[in-house]
């Protein structure tokens, strides 16, 4: 499959797969997954810089449409293209002129999790800080963004893991 | 000026990413003022649409509450229905006889919608156990129904919870009669089939066909006159027999019993003491 199509189709299935299903999840009270966020992440390595924070920007306002947060998820979205590119450069060694798309494969195990770890709570924390605007709840804040995260990784693992190649 | 314009070009990124989140961030604050931003919320048609659609699968997770509640409601109406006949049949001017006046006795009822929480249909001896009890005004003896018709009568009640003997258990017989031709007879289970009962004591002169409905006889004051209990299936009579024998499809499909309406008949404590009586004067 061309890889252009590859991603329409990743981002209207994450956006469903976040609208329906995920955001009628409140497990706990503390847990919300925002696994959209796959999509940023597995754009490929080489895609346009302004590219991906406009397709980022995209992507957020969808959510946001959906979920009446106007603004917020594009924020972390925007934040999580635009440190992209550096985390993929402080974990893997890709050469120039290569455009893999990120993966167990491409990166290697460890720098794939450390990768996809790093990003989802940064996009996490951005969220639930601006959902909060204060530090009022301290713990509690940071309960949500550490066990959401948790989630989100878990669940973005595992989509990847099911990917053969 | 060459200078700066390589400036700009060289972190032309950074920048879009700074406007990008200034637009956000500006969207953000200005949310607070929620009515200014409805484009783009969830009152969008696109938006809305799909949450239609959303909707509409997750709804049919939700019918159980919503039987529930339709049932809780359609006994209130019946309830209702009950006390106006009743109102109205004090009203209405009598035949001749001015003796008869008082209501006549198959309106004196009330129901309370009760949920089966469980119930068996393959042993010999089945029970049903309703979610309702003393709390809600179920007492022993009082018959059970469900929209289809005859389903059992209440064996013993706790606080929260009602244990029925269904015609499934060859432990009770309820008597009805031909809708048609007003003979009566117990119907019992023979611990076969759940769809089917047996009639018995009906005599060989009476005249039967196949589909005669059968209902409650209100003999008893368990159930009143006139609930449906089943149709004939089939009969048979030997050359010797003095009664048929007869094969009842139930009214009910105890298979899918779900909800049931509990018979409260109100007079029935005055019906029992003067039976009683009477008994205990012959004796």
Not at chain 2, 7 to 28: C, G, K, N, P
Not at chain 2, 148 to 167: L, M, Q, R, S
């Amino acid at each position: 499959m061309p890889i252009v199509l590859q991603n329409i189709f990743r981002f209207i299935l994450l956006v469903l797969f976040q609208v329906l299903v995920l955001n009628n999840i409140q497990f706990l009270g503390y847990i919300n997954p925002y696994v959209y966020i796959l999509f940023i992440l597995a754009l490929p390595v080489q895609t346009p810089r302004w590219f991906a924070l406009v397709l980022a920007f995209a992507l957020g306002l969808t959510i946001d449409a959906f979920s009446n947060t106007m603004g917020m998820h594009a924020f972390a979205a925007v934040m999580v293209a635009f440190l992209r590119n550096g985390t993929i450069k402080l974990f893997t060694a890709i050469e120039e002129g290569n455009n893999p798309t990120p993966s167990f494969h491409t990166f290697g195990v460890s720098a794939y999790v450390k990768y996809v770890v790093l990003l989802i709570f940064v996009h996490h924390a951005t969220l639930f800080l601006l959902e909060a605007f204060s530090f009022y709840h301290f713990w509690l804040l940071l309960a949500k963004i550490v066990l959401s995260s948790f989630v989100t990784v878990l669940l973005v693992l595992g989509i990847q893991s099911l990917n053969k190649k | 000026m060459k200078n700066l314009i390589n400036f700009l070009i060289q972190y032309s990124v950074v920048f879009l990413f700074l406007f990008l989140e200034v637009i956000s961030f500006t969207m953000i604050v200005k949310n607070q003022e929620y009515q200014k931003s409805i484009f783009l919320s969830s009152s969008n048609s696109a938006v809305s649409g799909m949450y239609e659609w959303s909707n509409s699968v997750v709804e049919f997770f939700k019918l159980r509450a919503a039987n529930d509640n339709l049932s809780e409601e359609n006994t209130a109406l019946k309830n209702q229905i009950i006390n106006l006949e009743n109102k109205l049949s004090t009203l209405e001017p009598r035949t001749k006889d001015s003796i008869h006046f008082r209501i006549p006795p198959e309106m004196e009822y009330q129901f309370i919608s009760a949920k089966v929480i469980n119930s068996s249909t393959n042993k010999l001896q089945n029970y049903i156990t309703l979610n309702k009890g003393t709390r809600d005004g179920i007492r022993p003896d009082m018959g059970v129904i469900s929209d289809e018709g005859v389903v059992g009568i209440v064996k013993t009640v706790n606080d929260k919870f009602a244990v029925v003997i269904p015609i499934l258990n060859p432990k009770i017989e309820i008597n009805c009669k031909f809708k048609r031709s007003n003979y009566s007879g117990p119907l019992d289970w023979s611990g076969e089939d759940y769809r089917y009962a047996n009639l018995k004591d009906i005599a060989r002169h009476v005249e039967l066909a196949l589909g005669d409905t059968l209902i409650t006889s209100g003999y008893t004051s368990t159930f009143p006159e006139g609930i449906p209990v089943g149709n004939i299936e089939d009969f048979k009579i030997k050359e010797s027999d003095a009664y048929y024998n007869i094969k009842v499809k139930l009214a009910v499909n105890f298979r899918t019993l779900s909800h049931v309406k509990v018979i409260n008949y109100l007079n029935y404590k005055e019906q029992k003491d003067l039976e009683k009586a009477s008994e205990e004067q012959n004796n």
